[in-house]
T-cell receptor
Framework: DAGVIQSPRHEVTEMGQEVTLRCKPI?????LFWYRQTMMRGLELLIY????????DSGMPEDRFSAKMPNASFSTLKIQPSEPRDSAVYFC???????????????FGEGSRLTVL | GQQVMQIPQYQHVQEGEDFTTYCNSS?????IQWYKQRPGGHPVFLIQ?????EVKKQKRLTFQFGEAKKNSSLHITATQTTDVGTYFC?????????FGKGTRLSVIA
């Protein structure tokens, strides 16, 4: 399996522009998570989905942020309009269905490094 | 949400020295996970601890879960340059993982 796939790996944009980050989870995983990582705040959970349904978006910082999961193999995180304080590494992670001895470990993508000028 | 606190924030060691990072919670944890993130990389799962007082080993790494299930530690014996990175603990269970701020380990050859 190719693992969790994220794109783009790097994005540099100007303030006010729309940014769309993409994620393909591992096939068969029913949970998908979006995290944001900065030096100051560490790894923050933004939103997560179960079976394509958003479960908790309380971590989404503002209305400028939105996330969708139209099917089991694709999710997007959109920022519109972007601001310099949105600069961070955005990670997508997925997890197998929890059952029996399943550890519930997260499998992270390589991340999308966003710089907003 | 319920946070987990990690100490120290940074640790610099000479190659061959031991290293320990601690993870503490004010509330009882159902279980805890540990991850490692290499510089420029992404978090990679190391282990999950579930039982009170549990101790697990992976080669030079020893993971412990406190008797009260409010703290955990990761100990690395005889560090190597390949151990460089940030080590995170994360509170887990039926809710999404909540990560500590991590301990960044530097190893001086």
């Amino acid at each position: 399996d190719a693992g969790v796939i994220q794109s783009p790996r790097h994005e540099v944009t100007e303030m006010g522009q729309e940014v769309t980050l993409r994620c393909k989870p591992i096939s068969g995983h029913d949970y998908l998570f979006w995290y944001r990582q900065t030096m100051m705040r560490g790894l923050e959970l933004l939103i997560y989905f179960n079976n394509n349904v958003p479960i908790d978006d309380s971590g989404m910082p503002e209305d400028r942020f939105s996330a969708k999961m139209p099917n089991a193999s694709f999710s997007t995180l959109k920022i519109q309009p972007s601001e310099p304080r949105d600069s961070a590494v955005y990670f997508c992670a997925s997890r197998v269905p929890l059952a029996g001895p399943n550890t519930g470990e997260l499998f992270f993508g390589e991340g999308s490094r966003l710089t907003v000028l | 949400g319920q946070q987990v606190m990690q100490i120290p924030q940074y640790q610099h060691v000479q190659e061959g020295e031991d290293f320990t990072t601690y993870c503490n919670s004010s509330t009882t944890l159902s279980n805890i996970q540990w991850y490692k993130q290499r510089p420029g990389g992404h978090p990679v799962f190391l282990i999950q601890l579930v039982k009170s007082g549990e101790v697990k080993k992976q080669k030079r790494l020893t993971f412990q879960f406190g008797e009260a299930k409010k703290n955990s530690s990761l100990h690395i014996t005889a560090t190597q340059t390949t151990d460089v990175g940030t080590y995170f603990c994360a509170r887990s269970g039926n809710t999404p993982l909540v990560f500590g701020k991590g301990t960044r380990l530097s190893v001086i050859a």
